[in-house]
C-alpha cells in the first residue's frame, strides 16, 4: 500500500486519487485521529499529503477495538482498518456489528464457504469473495442498514429510477 501511485484519477496508472473535497480529508483525517488517540497504532500513512489537491495516503490502522472511531463509523478514504478475530464466527459478528452495510469483502482458499458466508451471514448489499467490493454497471450496487436506501446500476437500479405503472382493464 505504501506504494501505491497517488495522483490524478484520469492517469489509468494513478492508484489513488482525491478526496472530493477538503471538509471530507478533514473529517478522515480527524477519525484517523481519533481512533490512533484511542489506541490504535498507525502503521502506514495517517497524516494528509502536503500538495495541491485533497489527498490522504494509503492509511493503515491495527490494534483497533470496538470502542475506537475507525470501528464505528465507516471511513471514506483509503484507510484499512485491521481487527483480529479468533475464528470464522468472531470474524462474522465483528464484521456484521455495525450501523452500516455497503459492501463486504472474503479472502479465502475455500470458496465454497467463503460463498456460504457472503449468501447467509454477512450483512451487507454487496459481498465479494476474493476481490475487492467494487461496483460494476451490470449488477446492482446499494448498501443496508444506514448505508443506504434502495440501489444504482444494473437491472435492480434502472427500476430506482423509473414510476412503473400498472393499468388493469377489466373487460365483461
Known amino acids: 500500500m505504501q506504494n501505491f501511485k497517488i495522483g490524478d484519477p484520469l492517469d489509468s496508472s494513478t492508484e489513488i486519487g482525491p478526496l472530493a473535497r477538503k471538509d471530507l480529508l478533514e473529517s478522515l483525517h480527524k477519525q484517523v485521529l481519533d481512533t490512533i488517540n484511542s489506541g490504535a497504532k498507525c502503521i502506514i500513512g495517517g497524516k494528509p499529503l502536503k500538495q495541491a489537491g485533497f489527498f490522504y495516503p494509503a492509511t493503515i490502522l491495527t490494534d483497533v477495538t470496538k470502542d475506537m472511531e475507525a470501528y464505528k463509523e465507516e471511513l471514506f478514504g483509503p484507510v484499512a482498518i485491521i481487527i483480529k478475530a479468533k475464528s470464522n464466527d468472531e470474524a462474522i459478528n465483528i464484521a456484521n456489528d455495525s450501523l452500516y452495510g455497503l459492501g463486504a469483502a472474503i479472502f479465502s482458499n475455500d470458496i465454497k464457504k467463503a460463498e456460504s458466508i457472503a449468501k447467509k451471514e454477512l450483512q451487507a448489499g454487496t459481498c465479494c469473495v476474493n ?42
Open 131 to 172: 476481490t475487492l467490493v467494487k461496483s460494476d454497471p451490470k449488477f446492482a450496487f446499494g448498501g443496508i442498514k444506514q448505508s443506504g436506501y434502495g440501489r444504482e446500476l444494473g437491472k435492480f437500479g434502472m427500476h430506482e429510477f423509473v414510476n412503473i405503472k400498472t393499468v388493469h382493464v377489466y373487460k365483461p
